[in-house]
């Protein structure tokens, strides 16, 4: 599949093809990013979508989670319900 081409203006403007916009649910005021890939290729996309890998790592990566003991953990409890009941 060949994309139409654009030129860069003396400005470092340019022009998204008409074909490109509606594909990409551009209108007058949209906001773009620029991407680059591990292999240093860049890509443009409408700003405020996610990609699939976005949201696997919103759904699916979670960070580590520190270990604690039983005993780390009734002292959080003593210490929540210590700074609840102050709050009364």
Same mark, same amino acid.
């Given at each position: 599949?060949?994309?139409?081409?654009?030129?860069?203006?003396?400005?470092?403007?340019?022009?998204?093809?008409?074909?490109?916009?509606?594909?990409?649910?551009?209108? *007058?005021?949209? =906001?773009?990013?620029? +991407?680059?890939?591990?292999?240093?290729? #860049?890509?443009?996309? /409408? %700003?405020? $979508?996610?990609?699939?890998?976005?949201?696997?790592?919103?759904?699916?990566?979670?960070?580590?989670?520190? *270990?604690?003991? =039983?005993?780390?953990? +009734?002292?959080?409890?003593?210490?929540? #319900?210590?700074?609840? /009941? %102050?709050? $009364?």
């Amino acid at each position: 599949m060949t994309l139409p081409r654009s030129r860069l203006t003396s400005q470092g403007q340019v022009s998204i093809p008409a074909e490109i916009r509606r594909k990409l649910g551009l209108y *007058p005021g949209s =906001v773009v990013e620029w +991407d680059e890939d591990e292999n240093g290729r #860049i890509s443009l996309r /409408r %700003a405020g $979508r996610f990609t699939s890998e976005d949201v696997h790592h919103a759904l699916f990566v979670r960070p580590p989670v520190k *270990p604690t003991t =039983v005993a780390g953990m +009734d002292d959080g409890i003593r210490r929540h #319900i210590q700074s609840s /009941r %102050a709050r $009364r």
